[in-house]
C-alpha cells in the first residue's frame, strides 16, 4: 500500500511541476499565425527604434551644421520615447514579443551588411559629405519606421496600440519631409 501512495504522491508531483511549467510558456500557434506576425513586425520596429535612439551619439565624434544635428537630435529622442513606450506595451500585455524578426539568414546577413558599410561611411566622411550620408540613413530609417508602423497600425485591435503607431507614422513622415528639406539640388 505505502508503494501505491509513493507512486501516486509521484505522479501527483510531476503533474504539478509540468502543470507549473506550462504556465510559464508561451503557446504561439502552430506555423505562426496572426499573433507571431505581429510580434515579427514589432520586433523589426523596436531593432529599429532601438538602433535609431543612438543615432545622435555619432555627433561625439563628428560636427554637422545646426539643422542637420537639430532633426537628428530630435529623431534620436523620439526614438528613445518609442522604444520606452513599445516596453511598456509588453509590460502590460505578455503575449507582445520582441525578439521575432525570424529573418531569412541572407536578409540578415545583407543588413548587418549595410549598417556595417553605412557606419564606416559616415566615419570616414566629413563636411558637407557627412551631413549628406547622414541625412540618407535618416532618410531610410524614418521611411522604414513609417512603413512599418502603418503596416502594424492596419493590424493592430489595441486602441492604445494603435494610437501609438498612427502617432508614429505621422511623425515619421514629418521627420521624413524635414530631412528632404535639407537636401538641396545644384544646377
Known amino acids: 500500500m505505502s508503494r501505491t501512495i509513493a507512486n501516486n504522491l509521484l505522479i501527483l508531483l510531476c503533474i504539478v511541476l509540468l502543470a507549473g511549467c506550462a504556465a510559464t510558456v508561451k503557446v504561439l500557434p502552430q506555423g505562426g499565425g496572426a499573433v507571431r506576425e505581429r510580434n515579427e513586425g514589432y520586433s523589426l520596429l523596436y531593432k529599429l527604434m532601438s538602433d535609431e535612439s543612438g543615432v545622435s551619439k555619432i555627433f561625439f565624434l563628428k560636427h554637422a551644421d545646426d539643422p542637420v544635428a537639430s532633426v537628428v537630435k530630435e529623431i534620436a529622442y523620439f526614438c528613445q520615447s518609442s522604444k520606452s513606450q513599445m516596453d511598456e506595451f509588453a509590460k502590460r500585455d505578455a503575449s507582445l514579443e520582441y525578439d521575432l ?4 539568414r541572407i536578409e540578415q546577413r545583407a543588413r548587418d551588411l549595410e549598417a556595417k558599410d553605412e557606419t564606416r561611411s559616415l566615419l570616414s566622411s566629413s563636411g558637407k559629405e557627412f ?5 540618407f540613413t535618416q532618410l531610410e530609417a524614418t521611411n522604414y519606421a513609417l512603413q512599418l508602423s502603418r503596416s502594424l497600425a492596419e493590424q493592430e485591435d489595441d486602441p492604445s496600440r494603435k494610437n501609438f503607431l498612427t502617432n508614429m507614422t ?9 530631412l528632404m528639406s535639407l537636401l538641396t539640388v545644384k544646377s
Not at 524578426?101 to 531569412?104: E, Q
Not at 551631413?131 to 541625412?135: F, H, K, P, Q
Not at 505621422?170 to 524635414?178: G, I, L, P
Open 170 to 178: 505621422q511623425r515619421s513622415a514629418a521627420f521624413h519631409e524635414k
Open 101 to 104: 524578426t525570424d529573418l531569412p
Open 131 to 135: 551631413e549628406l550620408r547622414l541625412i
